[in-house]
């Protein structure tokens, strides 16, 4: 009786390590089926995103991102396999659409490409028109504040940003503070925006947007993705209130010391008080006749939304909330 209870008792502990540790592993493409059919046929995939953890904690999360051109929607498909307790894997699913200005279709690549998607134990893969990268690789396909801007010391802009986001994402985060709900993204850069994944690690890499004025009235937004792909499109700055666009909100790169704070804004320091699971804005803007340039980041695992003035020199606000509604499309 003892034997068989000491048996029963190692495969018991057993069960209990191997549940711990163990995360079943789906393919890209497998999961790619299971998104409806529907979709797939009418939908341009645009990007595909691994990323895992290794260790009790660990995950695997797989994204895919399309673009409907006909009803000019991006939607983003989510699985991430976590543990119930650390013990029990289980798979939830996720969806999020948001209309959109911008043609997307300069995106797309083939789904064949995903057979050649390999999972692996904590890293980041991302296909991205047409191409597989990898870990580092993926931080180092994101266009520079320095690239976008070089010979341009006389434009004159509205406003100059560099978002940053950990998962493929696009719509607007809100916070929830109890009742209260409060957007973090303003009209500048609206819900149709698509956001790819970044390790955090240069925070003078990620997706570029240029605000250029066009007359009193009327923006136009460049963005610079990866691989050199530019889209752009004209807005007006508010869609209730008609705000004059003067010399005293706009500016040119050569009024301010851009590679100083570019230095510092890219600081090991500044990374660590980031940290990796986040959605990070960096922009330059004039108000009052003054340039400021300011990185805002939202902390998803700590519940903390943040803000630090680079230029001129100012201290760090932190603000925390309940809980994120995440990527608001309604």
């Known amino acids: 009786m003892k034997k068989l209870l000491a048996v029963f008792g190692f495969f018991l502990i057993f069960l209990l390590l191997f549940g711990y540790f163990y995360l079943p592993s789906e393919s890209m493409d497998e999961l790619y089926k299971k998104i409806p059919e529907q979709v797939r046929e009418n939908s341009q995939l645009i990007a595909a995103y691994y990323s895992s953890q290794t260790g009790f904690s660990g995950f695997r999360e797989y994204q895919f991102a399309f673009y409907n051109p006909k009803e000019r929607t991006l939607s983003i498909y989510t699985f ?12 939830t699913e996720d969806k999020i659409s948001c209309k959109t200005q911008l043609n997307y279709s300069v995106l797309a690549t083939s789904p064949e490409k995903l057979k050649n998607f390999k999972n692996c134990d904590n890293c980041r893969v991302l296909l991205y ?15 520079s504040i320095e690239q976008v801007i070089k010979g341009k010391e006389n434009t004159t802009y509205v406003k100059l940003s560099l978002l940053k986001d950990s998962e493929i ?22 819900k ?14 990620g997706v570029v947007v240029e605000f250029l004025p066009v007359d009193n009235e009327t923006i136009k937004r460049v963005i610079h993705y990866p691989d050199n792909v530019t889209l752009s499109d004209e807005f007006k700055i508010t869609k209730y209130h008609r705000v004059n666009i ?5 500016w040119t790169p050569k009024e301010i010391p851009l590679k100083q704070i570019l230095q510092k804004l890219n600081s090991l320091q500044h990374q660590k008080t980031i940290g990796k699971n986040t959605r990070v804005r960096f922009h ?11 990185i805002r980041w939202i902390d998803k695992d700590k519940k903390i939304h943040a803000e630090l003035r680079i230029y001129p020199p100012g201290s760090i606000d932190k603000r925390r909330f309940d809980y994120i509604y995440e990527y608001y499309c309604n």
Request: aromatic letters at 12%.
């Open 192 to 205: 149709g925006l698509l956001y790819l994944p970044s390790p955090m690690v240069n925070l003078t890499r």
């Open 246 to 250: 003067t010399p005293n909100m706009t």
């Open 80 to 91: 991430k396999i976590s543990k119930l307790l650390k013990v029990w894997p289980r798979m």
């Open 284 to 294: 330059i803007f004039k108000d009052s006749g003054e340039v400021y340039a300011w």
């Open 129 to 143: 028109t047409g191409r597989i990268y990898k870990n580092e690789e993926i931080e180092n396909i994101y266009p």
């Open 169 to 190: 994402t696009t719509g607007t985060i809100i916070e929830v503070h109890g009742d209260m709900m409060f957007p973090t993204d303003d009209i500048y850069y609206g």
